[in-house]
């Protein structure tokens, strides 16, 4: 029998890290506060009436030329290398796809985030990921970023979760993606997609997976009351399954919570196998 496959869905800032990715080193090397870089891309937002994800990307190219320093493709992923991750992130997919293997299922996980893909790929954990939906800039021929070429907010974060339900890889595809493709007929169901999310920016992937038939997971930062209230605020509108905090250690609860889903999701796909089985025998003898 073929193994059923589960996408694990990772929003990234707040969720598999405790800060924005830029606000490490990038911004030490800009010698600018995060205070200081969110204020000036919130206000030339509102100034311009202008998309923020779109701001905070002109922004970084701006700030940077005035500061001298590089904007290449590998200047950004080693400014990922700087990003700190919360405990338990660097061993969670080996622990999970073993978990998985047990079990009987094929894991796959992803990456969507209003964040840099380039940094992403600068981090030690890059490598677990089959795909990693994000912004990302356009570089000229010396390699330099010059233009924002993909650019992630709560509603197009949707969309990313439809090209993994579909089993699109490519951002710039506008053809398969709006293709009428059965459910049963897409390589991952939303019944088995697990979303992981801490913020805004995620509530309509984690409310859409839900509504389709998979597990959404608001996660806050430790310890953090303020961040712990949004996320339980998340599960009390009923936008959610579960609330942990981004603790991702094999003794803690999210662990427990994962691994809950996984036996669940896989003990539904022998259910409907099993019933798949049983019908298609009474078609074949009453034919």
């Known amino acids: ?48 009436d202008a998309s923020g994800i779109l701001c905070y990307m002109k922004l970084m190219l701006e700030e940077a030329k005035h500061a001298g320093i590089s904007v290449k493709r590998e200047s950004f992923a080693n400014y990922g290398k700087t990003v700190e991750l919360f405990n338990g992130v660097k061993e969670w997919f080996l622990l999970i796809n073993k978990l998985g293997k047990e079990i009987g299922l094929n894991i796959e996980h992803y990456i969507n985030s209003s964040g840099l893909k380039e940094m992403i790929e600068g981090t030690p954990i890059a490598k677990e990921f089959k795909n990693i939906y994000a912004c990302s800039f356009i570089y000229d021929k010396d390699g330099v970023a010059t233009w924002p070429a993909v650019a992630v907010d709560y509603t197009t974060k949707t969309q990313f979760v439809f090209k993994i339900n579909k089993g ?103 259910f409907d196998c099993l019933k798949k089985k049983h019908l298609e025998a009474a078609e074949k003898h009453n034919k």
Not at 236 to 248: E, Q, T
């Open 168 to 270: 699109i890889k490519e951002v710039s595809d506008n053809k398969k993606i709006n293709e009428y493709v059965p459910e049963e007929d897409r390589p991952i169901p939303f019944k088995r997609m697990i979303y992981f999310g801490d913020g805004e920016t995620d509530i309509p992937c984690m409310k859409m997976v839900k509504a389709n038939g998979g597990y959404s997971i608001a996660v806050y930062k430790p310890k953090d009351s303020s961040k712990r209230k949004i996320a339980e605020k998340l599960i009390l509108d009923d936008r959610v399954n579960f609330v942990c905090p981004a603790d991702y250690r094999e003794s803690q609860d999210i662990y427990k919570v994962v691994s809950t889903i996984l036996e669940k999701m896989k003990r539904d796909y022998d």
């Open 1 to 48: 029998m073929t193994k059923p496959t589960v996408a694990l869905i990772y929003d990234f800032d707040g969720t598999l890290s405790p800060g924005n990715m830029q606000e490490y080193s990038f911004m030490e090397e800009l010698n600018m506060t995060p205070s200081q870089f969110w204020g000036k891309s919130t206000q030339l937002s509102r100034a311009q």
